[in-house]
């Protein structure tokens, strides 16, 4: 039987269809990192071939990486280890694209960031969500007499047992969250050992 989520429009593992769940319980969740020069279009290069291959985007998140003029990807999706290397594979014949890998979560520091709204009556009536909000380790940003906003920075399975925990109480009015930030844990960031060998070669020729 298939595993059931507390909310599955929320915790991100099933987008609602418990078929969707059984057969993610039989694949892996990748974190497939891109860089890339930062190039127009090319975002929807990539997800096409997602597309293609029938794989769904779990999260996805851009920004600018560590070396100038590089942007950096970083995607998660349910699949086998055979169908993350296609993905890398084809993503890297993009003319623009440095370089693509696909991780598992062993080997990758992974953080997300989500933010609640609840609503403060009911958080002054129940102490209990209080008590939940400080044993996840989280912090309450800002509070009127309507509602309260806690942040939350964390793993996945950290930030949906917060949110699990409170909306069993009823008293969410707002909630998001995030797509994954990681760094791998090599010593150096591997687009520079490419570039630098990359480099090497040229200047060999």
Excluded: W
């Excluded at 298939?2 to 969707?20: F, I, R, S, V, W």
């Excluded at 071939?49 to 600018?64: D, G, P």
């Excluded at 800002?142 to 008293?171: C, F, H, M, Q, R």
């Amino acid at each position: 039987m298939a595993e059931q989520h507390n909310d599955c429009n929320t915790c991100g593992k099933c987008n609602g269809a418990q078929a969707n769940c059984t057969q993610q319980e039989q694949q892996t969740l990748y974190t497939i990192l891109i860089y890339s020069e930062n190039i127009a279009g090319l975002l929807s290069q990539i997800t096409a071939v997602f597309t293609r291959r029938q794989v769904n985007i779990e999260s996805l998140n851009v920004c600018a990486s560590s070396t100038p003029g590089v942007h950096k990807y970083t995607i998660t999706c349910y699949c086998d280890e055979e169908m993350a290397k296609m993905l890398t594979k084809q993503i890297e014949k993009k003319i623009d694209v440095l370089q693509a890998n696909y991780f598992t979560d062993d080997e990758i520091f992974i953080l997300e960031t989500s933010l609640l709204k609840i609503s403060t009556p009911k958080m002054l009536e129940d102490a209990t969500v209080s008590k939940i909000v400080r044993l996840h380790d989280a912090r309450i940003v800002e509070v009127n007499p309507t509602y309260a906003t806690i942040e939350k920075t964390g793993i996945t399975e950290d930030i949906l047992s917060l949110y699990n925990s409170l909306n069993e109480l009823g008293v969410i009015l707002q909630f998001v969250r995030s797509g994954r930030i990681c760094i791998t844990k090599s010593y150096v960031e591997l687009l520079d050992e490419y570039l630098t060998e990359r480099e090497r070669k040229r200047l060999q020729h």
